[in-house]
């Protein structure tokens, strides 16, 4: 089969249908098929709305192999990087070393979903018995097309196990960091889930919830049809007060929230609190096939436990009631442990064109993983599970359970 291998740097110039059928329908190691951010309608919101272009320094070079039939059967979102914001995966360090060196990191390749902590496939492609083969082709190309922009390195942001294959079959660097997942083993209800707990943890929960709710706050699910632009309104108000508190500079712009009511309505759960009669806090959550993905919240209001409320017992409430199989409530927080989220490993590859620097970085991610691997298993100790073992005892060890933002 021949194929060609093109740029583009606009999602406009690329069918939306053609896009998912590399984006979904192929399970990842958790059996998601359907992650919605990597679907051409939120991804070309990002675009549409101003949040993610050159101008904000994310400038589209998306990848795009087709057939010789002409027909899409890779893809990469890739954008070429004036700066290291909005990544969750710290490479500032890397930068300074360029620069001590007299050397310029940027602009560097990005293959990521921009502004969003979230695993799913890097190397798309559609549908067939030459999906491991034509995956370690993208991950080659990548390098060419790094080559060819002058970019210093390629970095595959919050990859799969299958992209992770191609990049390291094509001597990219590996490089290991953590998150907080919530698992649904088949609870009935969210007291079923509490029944899992050490008492202590349990009575805890049930103490933030009603703390959480003290003042006359109710809490709504709206989804699908039912979001309308005065919830936008709301949520972006929200949004803004953390963003400007977390990050000076919010990345999303108001016009994105309603491009992606527009093209995927069904696939977001805003999970809304309201007391006396307006809306005083938010979180927005995307719907995969198996997965919650829990991405942005904020408040007008403070309240005690209302963010856990709003972004974490919400969510899991919403992932059992529809049969779904795991939350993921974004990046950092060792506070979601004592919530039931479990530490889980993320991934990435990096390639570094300067060999000596590729090789310095390679030094640091060894000691990295480690220490990364170490503090997995001290956090798996601090899960507030009932022990297996009733010796142990009804008890669970517990880290801080202050307040803290997504």
Not at 165 to 192: G, T
Request: aromatic share 12%.
């Amino acid at each position: 089969m021949n194929i060609t291998i093109t740029l583009t740097q606009s999602l406009k110039t690329v069918d939306a249908v053609s896009w998912d059928r590399c984006a979904i329908g192929t399970p990842d190691e958790k059996g998601e098929d359907d992650n919605p951010f990597l679907r051409h309608a939120f991804l070309s919101a990002l675009e549409d709305s101003g949040s993610a272009i050159a101008e904000t320094g994310w400038g589209g070079a998306h990848l795009l192999m087709h057939d010789d039939k002409d027909e899409l059967i890779g893809a990469v979102p890739a954008y070429l990087k004036s700066h290291s914001r909005g990544e969750y995966v710290f490479d500032h360090s890397w930068a300074d070393a360029y620069r001590r060196v007299g050397g310029h990191y940027y602009p560097k390749l990005q293959i990521a979903v921009p502004f969003t902590p979230v695993t799913g496939p890097r190397l798309l492609v559609a549908p067939s018995p030459q999906q491991d083969e034509l995956r370690d082709q993208l991950a080659l190309a990548l390098k060419n097309v790094a080559a060819k922009t002058n970019a210093s390195s390629v970095h595959a942001t919050f990859i799969t196990e299958a992209d992770l294959k191609s990049f390291s079959a094509a001597n990219y660097l590996e490089r290991y960091d953590q998150q907080f997942h919530w698992v649904n083993d088949h609870y009935s209800s969210f007291d079923d889930f509490l029944a899992s707990l050490s008492s202590r943890k349990r009575k805890s929960i049930k103490r933030e919830r009603r703390d959480a709710l003290s003042a006359g706050i109710t809490m709504e699910w709206v989804t699908g049809s039912d979001i309308k632009e005065h919830h936008w309104d709301a949520f972006f108000d929200f949004y803004m007060d953390t963003g400007s508190r977390k990050w000076g500079s919010p990345y999303l712009t108001r016009e994105f929230f309603s491009l992606i009511g527009e093209r995927m309505a069904s696939k977001i759960l805003l999970v809304m609190a309201k007391r006396a009669g307006r809306y005083v806090a938010g979180a927005i959550n995307f719907i995969g096939s198996r997965t919650l993905y829990g991405r942005n919240w904020g408040a007008i209001e403070q309240h005690p436990f209302l963010h856990f409320e709003t972004c974490y017992y919400q969510a899991m409430d919403f992932a059992i009631t529809h049969r779904l199989t795991s939350v993921e409530a974004g990046a950092q927080g060792e506070h979601k442990l004592a919530r039931g989220y479990r530490p889980v490993m993320t991934r990435s590859a990096h390639f570094l064109r300067d060999p000596g620097l590729h090789q310095a970085v390679a030094n640091y991610l060894e000691e990295e993983r480690a220490y990364v691997e170490r503090l997995g298993g001290v956090l798996a100790e601090h899960l507030p599970f009932r022990k297996a073992n009733p010796l142990d005892g009804d008890t669970a060890n517990t880290l801080g359970d202050d307040e803290d933002d997504l």
